[in-house]
């Protein structure tokens, strides 16, 4: 246990030094959902998916992205300058490793929640729409925890298989499918089987049951013209098992990957 604190300990102090952090992990979250309510404003109010009801999940699972990025440069750079083969040296186990680089981004992670959520409330309070109620946003934050592991698991994976060269760029294209795939800032129910063939992977899962906690509107109206709320009853059971199922597969990648590559390298 002491040794797993101390590595999470010089990990969390490594991403604290990197200027990349603040600019990608917080800022970017920041700039993304001041842009889009400006947007929203000089557009007359007539894009529902800017409404910062709508907005603020699909930011979340995003900036969760970036979670990636850095969680796979940190362990491409320490097997590029041999710090964890030095590591290898020590009695520490794959757990040991895996938990090391877990704890500090899912801190992040959960600092970018919140970051996200207060600026809900912030510009929930300048628009007049509000935003939700506080039990409303910790549920909001315990249902987006799931992508936000499965972000970070994708980074240690990556960062495990490959160098601190190649990682950025195989990992921007996971970031680009979160975006877009995911419907952050896309109209998905207007786009038939696109959105269909979006709902088998976890990003558009996490962002419409986000949704459903902050009472969203889609953004097509029904038949009469009236607005739709996304509905937990519509798809609910399936999105979860959907990104729980991805959530275990990876789990069980990243444990694999790990040991996998302690072993090789030893």
């Not at 101390?6 to 979250?29: H, S, T, V």
């Not at 009801?53 to 990636?68: A, D, E, I, Q, T």
């Not at 294209?173 to 709902?199: N, Q, Y």
Request: with cysteine; charged share 15%.
């Amino acid at each position: 246990m002491t040794r797993t604190y101390l590595f999470i300990k010089r990990n969390l102090k490594e991403m604290l030094r990197d200027p990349l952090l603040y600019c990608f992990c917080a800022g970017f979250p920041i700039f993304m959902i001041i842009m889009f309510q400006i947007i929203l404003k000089y557009s007359g109010e007539k894009t529902p998916i800017f409404e910062v009801k709508s907005l603020v999940p699909g930011v979340m699972m995003f900036s969760y992205s970036l979670l990636m990025l850095m969680s796979s440069l940190l362990i491409s750079k320490d097997r590029t300058q041999a710090f964890l083969k030095r590591l290898y040296t020590s009695p520490m186990k794959a757990h040991n490793y895996i938990i090391g680089y877990f704890v500090p981004y899912f801190i992040i992670g959960i600092v970018q929640s919140i970051i996200c959520i207060i600026l809900g409330y912030i510009f929930g309070g300048i628009s007049k729409t509000g935003f939700i109620s506080f039990p409303s946003a910790l549920l909001l934050i315990v249902e987006m925890m799931p992508i936000m592991i499965i972000n970070i698991f994708i980074g240690m994976i990556l960062g495990m298989i490959l160098n601190d060269k190649s990682a950025p760029a195989i990992t921007s294209i996971f970031i680009s499918c979160c975006g877009v795939l995911g419907g952050a800032w896309m109209p998905l129910d207007t786009m038939g089987d696109f959105e269909l063939f979006t709902r088998f992977l976890p990003f558009h899962p996490s962002v419409y049951l986000g949704r459903v906690v902050t009472k969203a509107y889609h953004t097509l109206p029904d038949e009469l013209g009236n607005k739709v709320l996304y509905n937990f009853n519509e798809n609910g059971w399936l999105f979860l098992g959907i990104i729980f199922a991805y959530l275990i597969i990876l789990s069980v990648i990243t444990v694999f990957v790990f040991k996998k590559k302690i072993n090789s390298d030893n």
